[in-house]
């Protein structure tokens, strides 16, 4: 399997056997809808080996450590098992190491597939494949998503208490890529709009939707009000593209990512988290070819339910596959009434860069309370929506 891929589970109940050249410690996390774990005991690992459908065995330093599920015994409030792995000794990252997990048939031992994360390097933790049920069927995905603060990073990102002697308190899980940092007045203002370019651009300035549908260009805001009354406050952020050029299919990732009044990441939704700021934002899941008509990826947003300590949300495109976007024939995103499904503003993707990362468009609560839209259009190299934290705090 390579990163993002996912295939259908034949068989009821599945080993997810993870090896490494180094020891690993391996567990599995049970995840509602939300992403989180329901309590603590949905994170099942060597100190805690047994769970409702899930269970954990230790290879002893021998054999692989494996997980174990049974979907036909998995609660049906949980959609979604993590399997996790990080290196045993204190410190150690995955530079050098090269895990290997491998899925199988927990009752014949036939082996299903088997995927081995790429590019390792500062991570000290890894989810590395996920089941999930998917309309009314079970299957898998690769992931490969690195932290850089070990298990315990990951096991609170997903809702698990961990008690740390002398940790600060609430602290978030540290990603590879380091998020912005945070300003140090605790009661700032909502963050204002974007400052507009240096230099004029063509189509530049704000606009609104009196006249209809409202086509963007790049740097271009447009206010998200009718006749000076807000707009309906439930949305969704379309986003598409056409298959890489001579034919050979491209796996985008469209994610949105949450900020707060200082710039500071609140929460990303994407096809590893489909559900965040409990429903505000749903992310309609993972396209892997870009074929078809219509927007490849939806995310709805309600914006009437969006938190007040959420005032800023960036929506970007990766490549998860590694193909950079010169390789992709167009791609674009549409704003639309969930109500009506009326298409209100629309922002094609020109002059694409060799990059594998890009913001597409932002909206940017405002003092008054409404929402405006901003067509970005910035590429950077990230291949995954941890990699867009940072830009997307400064496209703020």
Request: net charge negative; with cysteine; aromatic share 6%.
């Amino acid at each position: 399997m390579t990163p993002g891929s996912n295939i259908p589970l034949p068989a009821a109940r599945v080993a997810v056997d993870v090896a490494a050249p180094v020891r690993l410690d391996v567990s599995g996390l049970l995840l509602t809808g939300d992403g989180k774990v329901r309590s603590d005991d949905d994170f099942i690992f060597y100190n805690q080996p047994t769970g409702p459908g899930v269970t954990y065995t230790s290879g002893g330093g021998a054999a692989p450590d494996s997980v174990t599920v049974d979907t036909l015994a998995v609660p049906p409030d949980i959609e979604k098992i993590v399997v996790t792995a990080s290196p045993d000794a204190a410190g150690q990252t995955f530079q050098g190491v090269e895990p290997t997990a491998t899925i199988r048939d927990a009752d014949t031992g036939a082996a299903l597939a088997t995927f081995t994360p790429p590019r390792l390097g500062a991570e000290t933790a890894l989810v590395v494949v996920e089941l999930y049920r998917r309309g009314g069927a079970w299957k898998a995905r690769a992931v490969g998503q690195g932290y850089a603060d070990g298990l315990a990073g990951i096991a609170t990102d997903f809702g698990v208490t961990v008690e740390e002697p002398a940790a600060a308190p609430a602290a978030p899980p540290q990603p590879v890529t380091p998020p912005a940092p945070p300003m140090s007045t605790p009661a700032a203002p909502p963050m204002p709009p974007a400052p507009p370019a240096p230099a004029p651009v063509p189509g530049a300035g704000k606009v609104n939707l009196d006249k209809g549908r409202v086509s963007l260009q790049k740097n271009q805001t447009v206010s998200l009000v009718k006749a000076g009354r807000p707009l309906l406050t439930q949305v969704k952020m379309g986003l598409g593209w056409e298959p890489a050029f001579r034919g050979a299919d491209i796996d985008l990732d469209a994610s949105v990512i949450a900020y707060g009044p200082q710039r500071n990441h609140v929460d990303s939704c994407y096809f590893g988290k489909l559900t965040i700021l409990n429903g505000a934002i749903k992310h309609s899941g993972d396209n892997l070819t870009g074929e078809g008509g219509g927007d490849d990826e939806v995310i709805v947003v309600d914006l009437g339910r969006i938190p007040p300590e959420v005032t800023g949300l960036v929506f970007t495109v990766n490549s998860f596959s590694g193909q950079k976007f010169t390789e992709v024939a167009k791609a674009y995103c549409r704003l639309v009434d969930a109500a009506t499904d009326e298409e209100l503003v629309r922002f094609d993707l020109t002059n694409a860069e060799p990059q594998t990362g890009v913001m597409m468009a932002k909206l940017v609560r405002q003092f008054s309370g409404e929402w405006d839209m901003t067509a970005v259009g910035d590429f950077v190299k990230a291949r995954t929506v941890r990699n867009m934290v940072d830009p997307g705090a400064r496209a703020l």
